[in-house]
């Protein structure tokens, strides 16, 4: 006997055996049950996700010999008939290969003339949107008012194709995309029935592999069936997918944890021995990020029977949340240079160095750095650059404000604070402060407004409100309680600020800065010379002041 394949032996029969498309079983169900009919029905979705077997399923529905009901025998002539093909009133019709006029025009003279054997002629129409205009305005008719005898199914993959005259003729019903839970655990139900053995963690390749469609994970899984001379192994799938293992990426984040570099060269490098795909590789990349942004700030939503669970919390509690942020963005935005880089893995590479660039760096590691003269800045995450710029004592925002005693400069600099002393210059406590990213970003946009006892009260404006997140107050206030000594609860108020913040010193530095080094350039003898030979014009934007 030979073979069928998965995609057609475990095509569902009934409604009852459909997967996912609850929504739509359920409208079908009741008008069926109501025996309230209508002549033409729509279902639009991507491939593989039900269209024509909903289809065939309510041509059985409809002709079966005990009668219209929302669940057909199965076993009478005409089901049995339907299922395999060979019912003469349900005429399948491809679109894509009968898209002339004419060719409607014939199908839909045959309509007038009563049903053979069934109690319903059912004219099934697939990709609908590939017929022609003329073809559409000539059905229009009929669609509209079909002899009783007749129903009409439609099914498209993109109906913003067809014509809007053809729509409103219809009951639309949009079949959704299967989720990767629901395949895996279709295609766990298969193998258990089919007494083939598989890991989890392939169900779960394959699953997400099908973007969205049932058969094409059917396919996949025979694929996946042949590779593995009948066994579904994860390592086999990955190999037959080109997919990259997770073990892979959990060395790309070991080495940034580590601060190794050349780890990361040498992962790279192994996948393209392999042969594997960097775009595929920067996918898996960002979705294991997404998981570990999940396992951070909502750890309940991770799945207890996820393989990968205890390492994904594991690493989660070693990462700061902004700087899962930030590697995502750098792996999506990653992916989508590859096309413009010298080669996939050329950008593949400079994606990973980006983020060794930007890894947050321990105090040890900075400290080692500066002891050894080298002349980087002490973190390369966004957090260290912001925290390296206001630490320095030269800038205008790490200085006190006007009339402030000079030895709250000398208190600022010190990593502990003594409770007793009167500080009350924002500016000078955020310099001291060891914090970074979001954190520091709020508080220099704020401004103190009261340091009293245990609380210390600070003022943002409201159009600065998108800072105001609870990791960064969390962040922040963790670091004023290490800085004072003490305990300290921290409140922010959104107001409108009455001085400037650091934020607004920091900025005004730069403007006068910029304005200094422009005055300079214009005073310049070669420069005013050449402006008044040429009729020049001095491109400010071009300036950066040293």
């Known amino acids: 006997m030979s073979y069928q394949v998965l995609a057609r032996k475990w095509r569902p029969r009934t409604f009852a055996s459909l997967v996912g498309q609850e929504h739509v079983v359920r409208a079908l169900t009741h008008a ?5 009919l209508h002549h033409a029905y729509l279902f639009t979705g991507t491939r593989g996700v039900g269209k024509t077997t909903l289809a065939r399923i309510l041509a059985k529905a409809l002709n079966c010999e005990t009668g219209i009901t929302a669940t057909p025998c199965g076993n009478c002539s005409s089901c049995r008939e339907i299922d395999s093909g060979r019912f003469v009133d349900l005429l399948e019709v491809d679109a894509a290969t009968n898209t002339k006029v004419d060719e409607m025009r014939q199908l839909l003279e045959n309509a007038v003339y009563a049903p053979t054997r069934g109690r319903f002629k059912v004219y099934v129409i697939d990709e609908v949107h590939m017929l022609s205009n003329s073809a559409f305005n000539a059905m229009l008719k009929t669609l509209e008012e079909p002899p009783e005898h007749v129903k009409f199914i439609l099914a498209t993959t993109d109906p913003q194709k067809i014509p809007v005259t053809v729509l409103s003729r219809c009951l639309q019903f949009n079949l959704k995309q299967m989720t990767q839970p629901l395949i895996a655990g279709h295609l766990r139900h298969i193998l258990e029935v089919e007494a083939i053995s598989a890991e989890t963690g392939a169900l779960q390749l394959l699953a997400r592999s099908a973007a969205g469609s049932m058969r094409d994970a059917l396919s996949l899984l ?22 990259v293992d997770l073990d892979q990426l959990f060395s790309i984040l ?10 990361l060269l040498q992962v790279a490098d192994e996948m393209a021995a392999r042969s594997l795909s960097f775009d595929a590789a920067l996918q898996e990349m960002a979705s294991l990020f997404t998981r570990l942004q999940i396992a951070q700030l909502a750890p309940q939503a991770i799945a207890d029977d996820m393989p990968e669970r205890a390492r994904i919390l594991e690493i989660a509690t070693a990462l700061d949340p902004e700087f899962v942020q930030l590697a995502y963005q750098i792996a999506v935005h990653g992916r989508q240079e590859l096309p413009l880089a010298p080669d996939e893995q050329a950008g593949f590479i400079m994606t990973l160095l980006r983020l060794y660039a930007f890894r947050p760096v321990s105090e040890d590691e900075s400290g080692g750095r500066r002891a ?3 002349q980087v800045r002490p973190a390369a995450t966004p957090a260290g650059r912001a925290e390296a710029e206001t630490a320095r004592p030269a800038e205008p925002r790490a200085l006190p404000s006007a009339g402030q005693p000079a030895q709250a400069t000398a208190a600022a600099a010190q990593s502990r604070v003594d409770p007793a002393e009167p500080i009350r210059d924002w500016h000078a406590i955020l310099a001291a402060l060891r914090v970074g990213g979001m954190a520091r970003e709020l508080g220099q946009h704020c401004e ?8 210390i009260v600070l003022r943002l404006s409201p159009r600065h409100r998108h800072l105001l997140i609870k990791p960064a107050q969390d962040k922040l206030q963790q ?3 290490e800085h004072f000594g003490r305990p300290l609860q921290l409140a922010i108020e959104l107001e409108e600020v009455a001085g400037d913040t650091p934020a607004a010193v920091a900025q005004r530095d730069r403007r006068e800065r910029m304005d200094r080094a422009v005055a300079s350039v214009e005073q310049d003898g070669f420069v005013r010379e050449v402006i008044e030979m040429f009729d020049a014009t001095l491109i400010e934007s071009s300036i950066k002041p040293v």
């Open 254 to 263: 070991d080495a940034l944890l580590a601060g190794d570099p050349a780890a």
């Open 479 to 481: 670091s004023l309680v």
């Open 372 to 374: 050894a003269g080298a």
């Open 448 to 455: 103190l407004r009261d340091l009293s006892g245990g609380r």
């Open 222 to 243: 025979d694929q996946a069936i042949a590779h593995g001379a009948g066994q579904v192994e994860e390592a086999q799938v990955r190999e037959m997918l080109g997919s």
């Open 32 to 36: 069926l049950t109501a025996q309230r």
